[in-house]
């Protein structure tokens, strides 16, 4: 029997291959994803090893509480004495001191140089020969007063060479220096986007503005002297405000934020390779219940030789995990090339992950085979039961069909019930208090899982309606679509052919030749070949072929249009899968229109001046003296910036910001208590928070509110005014107070943002006036209001691209499964095919009848995925205080567009293979 | 060895035309190279003036669509399309519109003036093959192909579909080609061909059932 199965597997290798592409495609995802991170994170490691090599123990500052690695809060600096201290001590045998920060380089047009959010690493280096220097030196000298060396790979972007001047700005304004030498960091090819910069130590001391000053201690012990024992020692000596670790420590210590982020990563690309896998599941399940309802007769015939139930069941199961298996070691290794898209996916839009080449753990092999092997498995259960139940006597029936599931009645109230359920478990993970993150993400996950079966059951019901409500939406569609494409694919294609096979004199031959490849080189190629190939063997094109024109065909499209209805329950799984993918985009749109809305609002609502100014990047902080530099352009009215840091204020590490006296003037608050002149009055223990924050610890105006800063300060702050943060966002942290009142006690402060009042508002001549001011610090940029929230939502944008470019694989998967659909119908429909074409259908209206079919399904996942990703949208924002409801209408056009675009992709083979059937062999086919 | 060798033939316009011989004679290759379905190796056909020899797909299905009727063994009608709209199938495809009155003659000459919004799963097979007759006379052909029309149906339903046919070429002046083994079918025929071993070995006129028996076992092979 299992012989049997093999063998009739073997005879439907077109079928069998369609249906194992969905499996290809999700299991790629997840070894793609495990090999992804996997190289990130050893490239990480051998990064955070490297940098602490030769060192034994390393001293830092510490800051009076743990910071949160976001905000700009940094720890503080500590008086370079005491090296000398350290070097005294018994047991040390060398000792490196360094400074370290931020450093933007400075590219020839007077830009910096940023790679996407990738850091500016700037840092003091030991000498070459140094046990401690992680880099070695490609070409050139190490620095000395004056020098930097650079990267590799930055040099090369950028086309620096040795002796050239190069700005370098740390948090002074940029200082010219020589280029000393280029550098590689240790193994690692590329070190993400980040761009590196190093200097002796006057040099770095002096470029971060920490003169007299360390960052860090890198310590090398004797033999005899223990790593713990040196740090015993170290630590005796240690003044305040310092720490001491062991190198392992402390590199475990610098890999925690980037391993936090990797399993992020993972996780998140895990998702989405489930996504894929999900709708890869709809496919295998639709194509296998379509084979075997054609098979009908086949298993009636096995029955009636003596297969028992049991056996036809094992046959299709086998079957399924011969293709799943086959498939799933085919996606494994298409992981690989996966691995390297998404590295330059993340690249593309500007998120350079480091890469010290691809990393293929055995966690990957196993779990990816297992995943594809295991959703075959379950996606074929449903159509082997109902293979188990093709009775004997169907193999004597003329045009026996598949009997109807035991279960079709309860089909409607259980769908209806799924999707309700579903809606349940949404709702219950969205609005219910109280419950855990890992609580609130499996009910979601669970509960749109639900929604999804639900909906796709329910649409079987639902197919014909819509497909009778989309028809029109499709003919048009393509009628546009196809007038856009006629100029460019249409029409050079009749124009090559005839010039290649045509009838005319060798003048009229040549000119549609040379016009045809004007159009279209690619096709004159494609043509090329074609004519070649009917040189070569006994295949003859297609000619005389009509002149092609756009209109619809009317019966081609209403039979294709019917073809959609036969089979509903059919049309309505092919369709599902897309749905599902629709869904998820239009989700993501809806939110992220939302946030945009949301953003705009607020930022219109605050920001009442001219000007910002802010990284290049638009989120680093940048340094107080570009906002001073700033201020001595001609033309500014008023000038205001917005400091920002941590403190550990009512027992928790929370953001703060801090305001100069004359913000008033550039920014507008709504005010739940006190007024604008709240933040001109805050002097040098004043504070204002956000409503929230004060109903959360039951602040009011006069309240005292203690506040701890890195540095170990402590400042008795008062609350003079609470203000109604806009929904969209303040720029401000749950504390704000005197910039004066920061400088005093935060190590290194630096703007987040400063804000212009300009003489006669937005010029060009303003404009330049800003940006001549700034031109020492180019990591500084002057925005308008426009300027500054199309800047602000930039990064969101990206994030967009990249959540866009991974559901497009769930889609490419439901397309697959359209193929697939189509490609089975059309076997199924052999014979009919042959007596329309008998009766005189063109191949092109057989093209087109097939096409139409392919995209009204196309359209009906479209448009139940549309309107589902509008209502899971809708119920995310309701949940979610900080974003609008807003339609992103034109995504959804986008969106609608390009569904009738899958359709017609979808239909491109099966419609060719429709259309090169032999009439009579079609006639005659059983 | 070829499927038909030396086969000249020349069907007359408005005569009823039966092709017979036992299974492996090549009437059925004979018909479809005579309906444009399948090319011969050597040789050629000429419809309404056309010599197919060189045409094209396109071209050839055009010539099918204008001068050519089918009526097969198992209908084959579109099960989603009604009586009405299966037959006007081959004049849509065309881009062409019925000629009302003619139509409404056509649905009454069939007998299915009252089963026209039936689609064919709720017609007998009798009146399925009437559909698919219908559809093989509205766009008026050249020549209509039968290939063993009444072999799916039962001898009742069977002889009527013949009196239709052979109404057609009575009423209409429709030419028409058919394929058959059954005797009583040739019998209704102007002209009855005897196929056998791929060559034509009787060419009779209007016979009777009972010399149509003869002249079978007479050309089959002992």
């Not at chain 2, 109404?167 to 079918?185: F, K």
């Amino acid at each position: 029997m299992i012989r049997v199965s093999l063998r009739g597997l073997a005879g439907r290798k077109l079928r069998a291959a369609l249906t194992a592409i969905a499996i290809v495609l999700g299991v790629a995802m997840v070894s793609g994803t495990y090999v992804l991170t996997d190289s990130i994170d050893k490239a990480f490691g051998s990064i955070f090893t490297d940098v602490r090599k030769g060192s034994n123990a390393v001293i830092t500052g510490r800051a009076a509480f743990t910071l949160s690695d976001q905000n700009g809060a940094t720890a503080p600096s500590f008086d370079e004495s005491l090296l000398k201290r350290v070097l005294a001590l018994p047991g040390v045998a060398a000792a490196e001191p360094s400074v370290n920060g931020q450093a933007q380089l400075i590219g020839k047009d007077g830009k910096a140089i940023v790679y996407g959010g990738a850091p500016n690493l700037g840092f003091s280096i030991a000498n070459g020969d140094s046990r401690f220097n992680p880099l070695s030196l490609v070409d050139g000298a190490w620095p000395g007063t004056g020098e930097v060396v650079i990267d590799q790979s930055t040099a090369k972007k950028e086309g620096l060479k040795i002796g050239q001047l190069i700005g370098v700005q740390a948090e002074g304004p940029a200082d010219e220096l020589r280029i000393s030498g280029i550098v590689r960091f240790g193994s690692v090819a590329t070190i993400g986007g980040a761009t590196l910069a190093g200097f002796d130590l006057p040099t770095a001391q002096h470029l971060f503005e920490r003169p007299g000053k360390l960052d860090e201690i890198a310590v090398a012990a004797k033999p005899s002297v223990s790593d713990p024992e040196l740090v015993r020692r170290i630590r005796s000596i240690l003044p305040p405000r310092t720490q001491v670790r062991s190198s392992a420590a402390q590199a475990a210590e610098d890999a925690s934020g980037t391993n936090a982020f990797i399993s992020f990563l993972q996780r998140f690309l895990l998702a989405f390779a489930g996504i894929a896998l999900f709708v890869g599941s709809f496919v295998i399940a639709n194509s296998l219940s379509i084979t075997i309802a054609q098979r009908t007769r086949e298993l009636a015939t096995m029955r009636t030789l003596g297969a028992s139930r049991r056996q036809v069941l094992t046959s299709i199961v086998v079957e399924a995990l011969v293709v799943g298996s086959l498939a799933s070691v085919v996606g494994l290794f298409a992981g690989l090339g996966l691995a390297k898209l998404l590295f330059r996916l993340f690249d593309a839009v500007g998120f350079t992950l480091p890469n010290s080449g691809l990393l293929f753990e055995t966690r990957t092999i196993v779990v990816a085979l297992l995943v594809g092997i295991l959703v075959t498995l379950a996606a074929s259960l449903r159509p082997a039961i109902r293979a188990t139940r093709v009775p004997p006597i169907a193999a004597v029936r003329e045009g026996a069909t598949l009997p109807e599931s035991r279960f079709a009645r309860f089909r409607t109230p259980g769908s209806i019930a799924l999707t309700g359920i579903g809606f349940a478990a949404l709702m219950y993970g969205l609005f219910r208090h109280g419950i855990g993150t890992t609580q609130v993400l499996v009910s979601m996950g669970v509960g749109a899982l639900l929604i999804f079966l639900g909906v796709a059951l329910f649409s079987a019901r639902a197919a014909r309606p819509l497909a009778a409500l989309v028809n029109p939406i499709a003919a048009w569609g393509v009628v546009v679509l196809a007038a856009l494409f006629w100029p460019f694919f249409t029409l050079p294609f009749w124009l090559l052919r005839l010039g290649a096979w045509g009838p005319g004199g060798a003048r009229r031959r040549v000119l549609a030749i040379a016009v045809g490849a004007v159009l279209n080189p690619g096709l004159a190629l494609i043509v090329l070949v074609m004519w070649l190939r009917s040189l070569a063997t006994s295949w003859a094109p297609e000619w005389p072929i009509d002149f092609p024109n756009v209109l619809p065909d009317r019966t081609a499209n209403a039979i294709g249009a019917h073809n959609t209805k036969r089979n509903p329950q059919r049309t309505a799984s092919t369709a599902a899968a897309l749905m599902i993918g629709l869904a998820l985009v239009t989700l993501v749109a809806v939110l992220a229109s939302g946030i945009t809305a949301t953003f705009e609002s607020a930022v219109n609502d605050i920001f009442t001046s001219d000007y910002a100014i802010t990284a290049q990047n638009n989120f680093s902080p940048i340094p107080v003296s570009a906002g001073n530099a700033a201020a001595k352009a001609p033309g500014v009215e008023t000038i205001a910036s917005v400091r920002a840091g941590e403190a550990r204020i009512f027992g928790t590490t929370e953001p703060v910001t801090a305001v100069d006296p004359q913000i008033g003037q550039v920014l507008t608050l709504d005010w739940k208590d006190g007024s604008q002149a709240v933040l001109g009055g805050l002097g040098r223990n004043g504070a204002f928070v956000d409503d929230g924050y004060a109903s959360d610890h039951h602040l009011r105006v006069g309240s005292p509110i203690p506040v701890l800063t890195p540095l170990g300060k402590r400042l008795g702050l008062v609350v003079k005014g609470i203000f109604k943060p806009p929904s969209g966002g303040s720029p401000f942290g749950h504390v704000t107070f005197s910039s004066a009142t920061f400088d005093g006690n935060y190590a290194a402060p630096e703007n987040l943002f400063t804000f212009i009042q300009m003489r006669g508002d937005v010029t060009d001549a303003n404009t330049r006036a800003l940006d001549n001011a700034l031109a020492r610090f180019p990591n500084a940029k002057a925005q308008t209001r426009k300027q500054f929230v199309d800047a602000q939502i930039s990064g969101l944008k990206s994030i967009l691209n990249i959540l866009y470019v991974l559901l497009a694989l769930s889609i490419v998967v439901s397309l697959f499964g359209i193929v697939n659909t189509l490609v089975l119908t059309v076997f199924e429909r052999t014979r009919e095919l042959g007596m329309l074409r008998a009766i005189g259908m063109t191949r092109r209206q057989v093209r087109r009848m097939i096409r139409h079919e392919s995209v009204i399904t196309a359209l009906i996942g479209g448009a139940l995925g549309i309107a589902l990703g509008i209502v899971l949208g809708g119920l995310l924002v309701a949940r979610i205080d900080f974003i609008e409801f807003s339609v992103p209408t034109f995504q959804l056009v986008v969106f609608a567009v390009a569904t009738v675009v899958v359709g017609i992709v979808a239909a491109v083979f099966p419609a060719r293979r429709a259309a090169r059937l032999r009439v009579l062999e079609a006639l005659q086919y059983e | 060895m070829d499927a038909l060798q030396g086969v000249s033939l020349e069907v007359a316009r408005g005569e009823l035309t039966a092709i017979m011989g036992p299974s492996g004679s090549g009437k059925s290759t004979l018909m479809h190279i005579l309906a444009a379905l399948d090319r011969p190796t050597s040789g050629y056909v000429t419809i309404a003036g056309t010599r197919l020899g060189k045409l094209g797909d396109t071209e050839i299905t055009k010539l099918r669509r204008q001068h050519i009727g089918f009526v097969f063994q198992f209908f084959n009608l579109l099960p989603m399309l009604t009586a009405e709209e299966n037959i006007l199938l081959p004049l849509s495809i065309g881009g062409r519109k019925p000629d009302k009155a003619e139509f409404e003659d056509l649905l009454e000459k069939v007998g299915l003036a009252d089963r026209r919004k039936h689609r064919p799963s709720e017609l007998s097979g009798g009146q399925q093959q009437r559909v698919a007759i219908a559809r093989a006379l509205v766009t008026k052909p050249t020549v209509v192909f039968a290939d063993e029309p009444t072999g799916n149906l039962d001898s009742k339903t069977g002889g009527e579909v013949l009196e239709l046919l052979h109404q057609a070429v009575d009423a209409y002046g429709q030419t028409l080609v058919m394929v058959t083994h059954e005797t009583r079918a040739a019998a209704i025929a102007d002209r009855v061909l005897f196929l056998a071993d791929g060559r034509i070995v009787r060419d009779l006129g209007q016979v009777g059932e009972d010399e149509i028996i003869e002249t079978v076992r007479a050309v089959a092979p002992h």
